[in-house]
Nanobody
Framework: QVQLVESGGGLVQAGGSLRLSCAAS????????LGWFRQAPGKEREFVGA????????FYGDSVKGRVTISRDNAKNTVYLQMNSLKPEDTAVYYC???????????????WGQGTQVTVSS
């Protein structure tokens, strides 16, 4: 089973940008789709976006569409989440997860990272 480690979170002012990374270890991300989710305190886990193995299929959640971009570098076993125009409501723990195919549903993902905190101040 692939192990995933997120990094790049932190504190940023509203309007700022962050790039999160999700690195695989143990096994490669070979043929696996990657998804990003987030969870704020007291809220359900929310889909942010997903990317297929070859990067040919990418889609985003409605709340972040137009402000985030997912990309991947399979040679580095890493997937990225570029977030721009951040808002206080983007504050959450962000998780990456691996699946057989890109999906909106967290239940389709079998390997999860530990999460990285993103805090956006107003």
């Amino acid at each position: 089973q692939v192990q995933l480690v997120e990094s790049g979170g932190g504190l940023v002012q509203a309007g700022g940008s962050l790039r999160l990374s999700c690195a695989a270890s143990g096994r490669t991300l070979n043929s696996r789709a990657l998804g990003w989710f987030r969870q704020a305190p007291g809220k359900e886990r929310e889909f942010v976006g997903a990317i297929s193995w070859r990067g040919t299929t990418i889609f985003y959640g409605d709340s972040v569409k137009g402000r985030v971009t997912i990309s991947r570098d399979n040679a580095k076993n890493t997937v990225y989440l570029q977030m721009n125009s951040l808002k206080p409501e983007d504050t959450a723990v962000y998780y990456c997860a691996a699946a057989q195919a890109p999906s909106h549903s967290q239940y389709d993902y079998t390997s999860w990272g530990q999460g990285t905190q993103v805090t956006v101040s107003s």
